[in-house]
């Protein structure tokens, strides 16, 4: 019903950029706060930004001035742009959807995860 479908990772060198899209698809009422999360081999899934249906946006602290989210309410898709990427920014990220059903039920939703890898 519901699908969330990721694009945009893969191999990047230190200090390159990388776009991530979320494209959500199906029949739902609203979408309200959207996240990307991500994470690294050995390591807890951690949010590193989000974003509200009004724009309002949160960083993790590590990745404030490098990343920037944003969302498309006409497309619904939701964008993670990368820049300054460190080795340490490598792991699976992971698209994060609340989403109020035709049926007003209000659910989170992931996406499928897309690796992302920042290596030399």
């Known amino acids: 019903q519901v699908q969330l479908v990721e694009s945009g990772g893969g191999l990047v060198q230190p200090g390159g950029s990388l776009r991530l899209s979320c494209a959500v698809s199906?029949?739902?009422?609203?979408?309200?706060?959207m996240g990307w999360y991500r994470q690294a081999p050995g390591k807890q899934r951690e949010l590193a930004a989000s974003i509200t249906n009004d724009g309002t946006t949160t960083y993790a602290d590590s990745v404030k001035g490098r990343f920037t989210i944003s969302r498309d309410n006409v497309k619904n898709t939701m964008y993670l742009q990368m820049n300054s990427l460190k080795p340490e920014d490598t792991a699976v990220y992971y698209c994060n959807a609340d989403i109020l059903s035709i049926r007003y039920t209000r659910s989170d939703y992931w996406g499928q995860g897309t690796q992302v890898t920042v290596s030399s």
């Open positions: 199906g029949v739902m009422r609203s979408i309200y706060d």
